[in-house]
């Protein structure tokens, strides 16, 4: 979805019997205009639910409140998740392991303890989302808590796989497929958390994220403060709008712009060294998934991890 509209006639289709809404973000605002339009597009998708269906939706993210109303006035029950007691699925901690986290959260009131195949605090708030939606289609909590052990990213959406250098392994973030603001800030995030090993670095190779409309580069200047946030090393930019991001990093962090994607291979093929992380982010259209591949070519694949 991108377009007012685009929703209503899938969800006439499919006719779910739950609704799942994991945040509201500043995407393709060059067509919507404004978040409060996003969360109007987005909430198209109870417009289908089945009578006495379930909208299960973040009560941290931005326009909650809206999405809940459009919810309820579609007669959808309400069940939420976050950070906050009154939430009907409380994430209480999450602590990082090898490839994923460990959750610990409460769910209508019980304890649950589990392991989720992927890192982040976003893939673990999703996660309690997903549990919510199990719940409201009759299925166990606790078993479903458990299966997420075996969840693991896709390529493009935060899989990671250990390539192996002249100088040893290092290990690539694909997160190539999609971005905005808000998955880039999560993204940069798992960078930060990511531990290299040995001399390594945490290097960020990051593309346009599109449809922003006119505000686009200073969206991406904008981020300029959380690559030092996540203790980044190296920026490796490619794409118009990644200029205003590479020309607001500290000047020690600035390793090379180019205006394509493909262009920044060579040189970040050259940088790479044993020890590093590497994370590759940019909207689908601003090519970041070949600037993967082609690190996938270069150098042999030690192991592949979710």
Partial sequence: MNHAGEITPLVALARPHVALVTTIAPVHLEYLGSIEAIADAKAEVF???????????????????????????RGARIAAFGAGAACDAELIDVSPLDGGSRVRARVR?????????APGLHMAENALGVLLASEALGVDVEGAAAALV??????????RLTLTSASGPFTVIDESYNANP??????????????????GRRIAVIGDMLELGPQGANMHAA?????????????????PLTRALFDAAPEAMRAAWTERARDILPQLAEAVRGGDVVMVKGSNGSRMGPVVAGLRERFSSAETRG
């Fill in 47 to 73: 417009s289908g639910l089945e009578p006495g269906g379930a909208a299960v939706l973040n009560r941290d993210a931005p326009q909650f409140d809206r999405l809940a109303a459009a919810a309820r006035a």
């Fill in 109 to 117: 009131g019980r304890a649950l303890d589990f392991i989720l195949g």
């Fill in 150 to 159: 075996g969840f693991a990213p896709q390529h493009g959406r935060g899989a």
């Fill in 182 to 199: 808000a998955s880039m800030r999560a993204a940069l995030a798992l960078l930060g958390a990511a531990e290299p090993f040995a001399a």
């Fill in 223 to 239: 981020l300029a403060p959380e690559l030092a946030r996540h203790r980044v090393d190296l920026l490796f930019g490619a794409g």
